[in-house]
T-cell receptor, first 111, second 115 residues
Framework: GENVEQHPSTLSVQEGDSAVIKCTYSDSASNYFPWYKQELGKRPQLIIDIRSNVGEKKDQRIAVTLNKTAKHFSLHITETQPEDSAVYFCAANTNAGKSTFGDGTTLTVKP | GAVVSQHPSRVICKSGTSVKIECRSLDFQATTMFWYRQFPKKSLMLMATSNEGSKATYEQGVEKDKFLINHASLTLSTLTVTSAHPEDSSFYIC???????????FGEGSRLTVL
């Protein structure tokens, strides 16, 4: 089955700096890669996603890149703000819709 | 985005009792829903895939008789934790998949505490 590895597990940055979280996956059949933000005690919220026919996608301060050959994808947050502090999960999906999640990255943005 | 509602958000029960958690897709039909368990500071662990009109598919290591899943309609899946024990205490989250885009939308989660 699919295996998703996510790094780093914790990340601390100064407000205004950039944050990068990386994930690798094992199943070449995976074709949809969402990123979720989860605040303490709340549900995961989709923040950005990318499909396998695209190499990069950007939405304001958030961007995701995908390297299908290397089977890795990354989340980039620029100009970080304290409200960006949360746990971020990557996931890899196959056509069957089953998601395999990374272990999560706890991002702390220091004011 | 689509809305998924999960109820109850918190439940406390005595050991040996059963607890039912509901997951509803409010503004779309979901032929497939997923149930997860999340431990503190951990990732989402898929328990089972709930398919409308058919039996759920359970992940390895998840007891089918303990975690009963029913997906009787295109907008509702239920998870029943039977004969609950303190080790079943956890945060349970459901998600529903939008058919044509594959996007997942999550319920609010249910925190179960078994005394």
């Amino acid at each position: 089955g699919e295996n998703v590895e996510q790094h780093p597990s914790t990340l601390s940055v100064q407000e205004g700096d950039s944050a990068v979280i990386k994930c690798t996956y094992s199943d070449s059949a995976s074709n949809y890669f969402p990123w979720y933000k989860q605040e303490l005690g709340k549900r995961p919220q989709l923040i950005i996603d990318i499909r396998s026919n695209v190499g990069e996608k950007k939405d304001q301060r958030i961007a995701v890149t995908l390297n299908k050959t290397a089977k890795h994808f990354s989340l980039h947050i620029t100009e970080t703000q304290p409200e960006d502090s949360a746990v971020y999960f990557c996931a890899a999906n196959t056509n069957a819709g089953k998601s395999t999640f990374g272990d999560g990255t706890t991002l702390t943005v220091k004011p | 985005g689509a809305v998924v509602s999960q109820h109850p958000s918190r439940v406390i029960c005595k050991s040996g009792t059963s607890v039912k958690i509901e997951c509803r897709s409010l503004d779309f039909q979901a032929t497939t829903m997923f149930w997860y368990r999340q431990f503190p500071k951990k990732s989402l662990m898929l328990m089972a895939t709930s398919n409308e009109g058919s039996k759920a598919t359970y992940e390895q290591g998840v007891e089918k008789d303990k975690f009963l899943i029913n997906h009787a309609s295109l907008t509702l899946s239920t998870l029943t934790v039977t004969s609950a024990h303190p080790e079943d205490s956890s945060f349970y989250i459901c998600s529903a998949r939008v058919l044509y885009t594959g996007e997942l939308f999550f319920g609010e989660g249910s925190r179960l505490t078994v005394l």
